[in-house]
């Protein structure tokens, strides 16, 4: 078995749980946040197959990983990594590209249960304390869905109580309810993306889909706009998360699309600034601080350049080239970044200029799925590792 090494940060939290993709607001943000080095690992194992990132919630963690021809939901103590119960949901999904064959979208815990969309599109919600299954819907059958180049990677979104998700095929996007399963509307026709829906307003949320932003009711699925923003090729997906500030919201995706800051107010939609020189992520969401963001820019294969741009004109402040690719979190007035080849890496968050702080060996292997922050400890996954840093 390969070797690993580790190393650890002592982090000091005075927060809630990381129930969903991307924390509680779906930003990246765990705030009042300290830390420190120590050189202590809490815990550390093997896991399967998979892209999903872990999300923790009432001290269990929860972790949606390929095992043989099952996804299965595997729910840990988070201070052991001692198994308490696992679901699992058959697959046959093959990835056409050779890469990982596991889930690759977060699971959300939320009123008592946690909900799956696995990469061969099977929406799944068990109860979040013993893993019964409650319903389960193939919408990839249901919808007429056609495989999706690197399966279906958008995380649900829960609200009230509705579940919703991009779907693809003639749903689009579709709402169920959280309790039955029963399908509540759908709206648009558009692809499914790779970006996790997020929170707006007045029960409003926003869509990244294969074709671009969608802004819909989620009491109705009607679609109040649109604006398309996809590459022209074919074979590409729009992957990092929406983040809404106010009645704006900024977009990000690769293969020479580029960014854009949107105003929501009007119809249609206005776009601020646009462009692909400013932060063209690839798969992985910026985080926003005091109207800066901070994100990978680039292609993952071509050595991204970690960087901070203005918000609200897009002007790079400053840009570490060829980084490398990865994830990136805030804590309080700090990034937390994980790059792929499992280097942990703390810096300020300053648009003044990069400084970092520590960095730390924490897993071999690759790392892509965005890791989880909750009650003062890491949880970050590799390909095939599992590791708690306190």
């Known amino acids: 078995m390969t070797r690993f090494v580790f190393f650890a940060v ?6 809630a749980d990381w129930p969903q993709h991307l ?23 093997d896991v399967g197959a998979g892209f999903a990132a872990p999300v923790v919630s009432e001290g269990k963690l929860y972790l949606y990983h390929r095992v043989g021809n099952d996804e299965i939901c595997e729910v840990m103590d988070a201070n052991s990594g001692k198994t308490q119960w696992m679901t699992a949901v058959p697959t046959n999904y093959r990835d056409d590209f050779g890469f990982d064959e596991g889930p690759r979208a977060a699971p959300v815990v939320a009123n008592g249960r946690v909900f799956l969309h696995g990469a061969h599109g ?27 180049f690197f399966g279906q990677a958008s995380s649900p979104l829960v609200m009230g109580d509705k579940v919703m998700l991009q779907i693809g095929g003639k749903a689009g996007i579709a ?13 648009t026709t558009d692809e499914a ?3 996790s829906p997020v929170p707006y307003k007045n029960g409003e949320a926003v869509f990244f889909t294969r074709t ?6 989620t009491a109705t699925g009607k679609v109040r706009g649109q604006m398309r923003w996809r590459a022209r090729s074919n074979t590409t997906v729009n992957a990092a998360t929406p983040i809404v500030m106010g009645d704006q919201v900024f977009l990000t995706s690769s293969y020479e699309v580029g960014a854009a800051l949107v105003d929501l107010t009007k119809l249609p939609f206005k776009q601020i600034w646009s462009g692909d020189e400013s932060l063209s992520a690839h798969y992985a969401t910026p985080v926003l601080k005091d109207g800066f963001l901070y994100g990978f820019h680039g292609r993952q294969e071509m050595g991204p350049e970690l960087r901070c741009i203005e918000m609200k004109s897009g002007k790079v402040k400053w840009s570490e080239a060829r980084f490398g690719a990865g994830t990136v979190l805030l804590a309080g007035a700090k990034l937390v970044v994980m790059r792929e080849k499992g280097d942990l890496l703390i810096a300020e968050a300053s648009p003044k200029g990069y400084k970092k ?5 924490i897993l071999d292997g690759t790392v892509r799925a965005a890791p989880a922050f909750a009650n003062g400890t890491l949880f970050v996954r590799s390909e095939r590792k599992l590791v708690a840093v306190r």
Do not use: Y
């Open 23 to 45: 924390g509680p607001n779906r930003n990246g943000v765990a705030n009042d946040v300290d830390f420190s080095p120590t050189g202590k690992i809490l815990w550390s194992r």
């Open 122 to 148: 099977v929406l799944t919600a068990l109860d979040a304390g013993t893993g019964k299954t409650l319903w389960q819907i193939s919408t990839m059958t249901v919808f007429g869905v056609e495989k999706q």
């Open 193 to 195: 993306g790779h970006a």
């Open 212 to 217: 671009g932003l969608v802004v819909l009711d």
């Open 10 to 15: 002592l982090f000091c939290l005075q927060g």
């Open 357 to 361: 702080l520590h960095e730390f060996k």
């Open 175 to 187: 709402a169920f309810a959280a309790a039955s399963g029963k399908q509540l509307w759908t709206g």
